[in-house]
């Protein structure tokens, strides 16, 4: 059943609109996610979801209609709002109609380096919500089967990253943690790989070995001094014009693709 709200004085909607603010949605363990696609991405997955609003354009479609009708025989906790109420609760200029508030997933580091894991990527103070939901989306597509976020990195639950991941943001295990982890990484075997441009070592010439952590650092710092001297290989990409250097996104998706492709076919 759909409850109908159209006072902003609501609690629901002033709930949902706290869930625009990180410290929130980080005390809350919840974030929103906003459009038709990715609502039913997030159903497909198995994502927990806690409740969805849409307004009365959503409705305007017959594909949609049928879409808020299975919700409510799928009993989803479901509310009607206003075009203009609706506006408050998203981070677009122009809403597709339908948000869904989904629980966070938590995983834990021992679970992304299991005895068959081979291939994950650790992000050094990724800042950009582009770039970070980018390369999330890239990662997944090369087949990176774990993520894991340094301190220092941009929220990925930040309404522009969950664009730019494109939905692979409920496919990936992404993983907070700290330098010191990248220890116990090493201790499991993985070689820390790190870009770098002060090495002669060309990203396409070397051998990754059978388990790999690929760092992606910082967009204007690179990979911090402490993690470069972990490192076990050092790669970089040639330029080959005029350009000082790649974009952090662009530069992940030669490297992450080089390195599947290797261990691939071992």
């Known amino acids: 059943m759909t409850v109908e709200i159209t006072s902003k004085d609501n609690e629901r909607i002033k709930y949902t609109k706290s869930l625009l ?4 949605r980080n005390q809350e363990k919840k ?45 989803y906790k479901m509310y009607k709002t206003t075009n203009k109420l609706f506006k408050e609760v998203c981070d677009t200029e122009k809403p597709q109609g339908i948000i869904a508030v989904v629980e966070y997933k938590e995983h834990f580091l021992d679970d992304s380096l299991k005895e068959e894991t081979d291939f994950i990527v650790v992000l050094d103070r990724i800042q950009d919500p582009g770039n970070m939901g980018t390369i999330i989306r890239t990662a997944d597509a090369a087949g990176a089967q774990s993520i894991i976020l340094l301190k220092g990195c ?24 700290v330098d010191e982890d990248l220890d116990i990484i090493k201790n499991k075997g993985f070689n820390i790989v790190s870009s770098y441009l002060n090495t002669d070592n060309y990203y396409n010439s070397v051998d990754y070995g059978e388990k790999v952590a690929l760092v992606i650092g910082n967009e204007g710092n690179g990979i ?12 970089k990409i040639p330029i080959y014009g005029k350009a000082e250097s790649l974009n952090a996104a662009m530069a992940s998706g030669i490297l992450m693709y080089e390195i599947k492709n290797k261990l691939t076919c071992k």
């Open 224 to 235: 911090k001094d402490e993690i470069i001297d972990k490192s076990d290989i050092l790669v």
């Open 154 to 177: 941009v929220d990925v639950y930040n309404p522009k990253v969950i664009r730019s991941t494109m939905g692979s943001i409920f496919d990936m295990n992404i993983v907070n943690c």
């Open 31 to 75: 974030f929103i996610i906003e459009g038709y696609r990715i609502v039913k991405q997030a159903m497909q997955c198995s994502a927990i979801i806690d409740y969805i609003v849409y307004n009365d354009e959503f409705l305007n479609k017959d594909e949609h209609k049928e879409f808020i009708q299975a919700l409510e025989l799928e009993n």
């Open 21 to 24: 603010k990180s410290k929130k």
